[in-house]
C-alpha cells in the first residue's frame, strides 16, 4: 500500500539555522508534491506545490525538492525564525480524483 | 477574500449520541472535502464533493457517517451513533476546482471529543 514517512520526531533547531524536513514515500509515483504549515489549534496551511519535473522550487525563505528516483522531498527553511515553529506536512497528489495523500507531519521547534 | 467557515470549534458528546458539523466554502470553490485528523496524524480523506455531487467517499464509515452538499455551496457531516474512536477533529477544506495543481484551502476544524 501507499506509505508516506515524516521524521516522527520534533526536529529542533537554533535560530537562524537552516531547518530541513524530509518526506519518504514508497509504492507511489506523483505527479505533484505538496507542503503545508498547521499550527495548533488550526487547519494546515498551503506553502509550495512541485510537480514531478522539477528538481527545485523556492519561495522566500522556503525550498523544496522533490527526487523521484529516491522517492523523497527535503523541506528546507533558511534563516529559521521562533515564528517558524510549527507542524510541516507533506502531501502527494495521487488517485483519479487528486486526492492528497498526507504524511503524518514534522514538528519543528526553533530555539530563540 | 473569506476563508472556510466551520461550526462549531468545539463539540463534547457521549457515545451513541449523534452530532453534526457544517461547513462553508470559499466563495466559488467547486470542491469540497471532509477530512479526519486524530492527533498526531495527517488529515485523513472522509469525503470529496465536486459542485453537489459526490467524487469519493471510499474512506467513509458510511454505517455511522453521512454528508451532504446541497445546493453545491456549504456542507454537513453527520455522526450516528458516535464512537469512542470518533474523537478527532474535523476538518473542512475547498479548492477551486478538483486538480493536483490546485492548493486546498482549510477552516479552523471542529475538535469532536466522544465520551
Known amino acids: 500500500s501507499q506509505k508516506i514517512e515524516q521524521n516522527s520526531e520534533a526536529l529542533n533547531i537554533q535560530e537562524g539555522k537552516t531547518a530541513t524536513l524530509t518526506c519518504n514515500y514508497t509504492?507511489?509515483?506523483?505527479?505533484?508534491l505538496q507542503w503545508y504549515r498547521q499550527d495548533p489549534g488550526r487547519g494546515p496551511v498551503f506553502l509550495l506545490l512541485?510537480?514531478?519535473n522539477e528538481k527545485e522550487k523556492r519561495k522566500e525563505r522556503l525550498k523544496v525538492t522533490f527526487d523521484t528516483t529516491l522517492k523523497q522531498s527535503l523541506f528546507h527553511i533558511t534563516a529559521s525564525q521562533p515564528a517558524d515553529s510549527a507542524t510541516y506536512l507533506c502531501?502527494?497528489?495521487?488517485?483519479?480524483?487528486?486526492?492528497?495523500?498526507w504524511g503524518a507531519g514534522t514538528k519543528l521547534i526553533i530555539k530563540p | 477574500e473569506a476563508g472556510v467557515a466551520q461550526s462549531p470549534r468545539y463539540k463534547i458528546i457521549e457515545k451513541r449520541q449523534s452530532v453534526a458539523f457544517w461547513c462553508n466554502p470559499i466563495s466559488g470553490h467547486a470542491t469540497l472535502y471532509w477530512y479526519q485528523q486524530i492527533l498526531g496524524q495527517g488529515p485523513k480523506l472522509l469525503i470529496q464533493f465536486q459542485n453537489n455531487g459526490v467524487v469519493d467517499d471510499s474512506q467513509l464509515p458510511k454505517d455511522r457517517f453521512s454528508a451532504e452538499r446541497l445546493k453545491g455551496v456549504d456542507s454537513t457531516l453527520k455522526i450516528q451513533p458516535a464512537k469512542l474512536e470518533d474523537s478527532a477533529v474535523y476538518l473542512c477544506?475547498?479548492?477551486?476546482?478538483?486538480?493536483?495543481?490546485?492548493?486546498?484551502?482549510f477552516g479552523p476544524g471542529t475538535r469532536l471529543t466522544v465520551l
Open positions: 512541485i510537480r514531478e
Open positions: 509504492n507511489y509515483s506523483p505527479a505533484y
Open positions: 477544506a475547498s479548492s477551486p476546482r478538483t486538480s493536483g495543481e490546485n492548493e486546498q484551502f
Open positions: 502531501a502527494l497528489v495521487g488517485g483519479s480524483n487528486y486526492q492528497l495523500i
